[in-house]
């Protein structure tokens, strides 16, 4: 199973993975896809609130 991201917001997120911390530069209404799954934690360093909507794509069965 997969998800999109579709930010409606413009700007930076924060990602803590495993790996580290990283940058994440979004825009809105473009859209991307992660596999269900991916370990992270997002961080809104921004002094206002920051918008996306999470779909989650499920299989048929």
């Not at 999109?4 to 495993?18: D, F, H, I, R, S």
């Not at 859209?31 to 809104?44: C, D, K, Q, S």
């Amino acid at each position: 199973m997969r998800y999109v991201v579709v930010p409606q917001t413009t700007g930076v997120l924060l990602l803590e993975t495993p790996e580290g911390l990283r940058e994440s530069q979004l825009t809105s209404g473009v859209a991307y896809t992660r596999p269900i799954g991916v370990e992270h934690n997002v961080i809104n360093p921004n002094d206002t609130e920051f918008v996306f909507v999470e779909v989650e794509i499920k299989t048929a069965g």
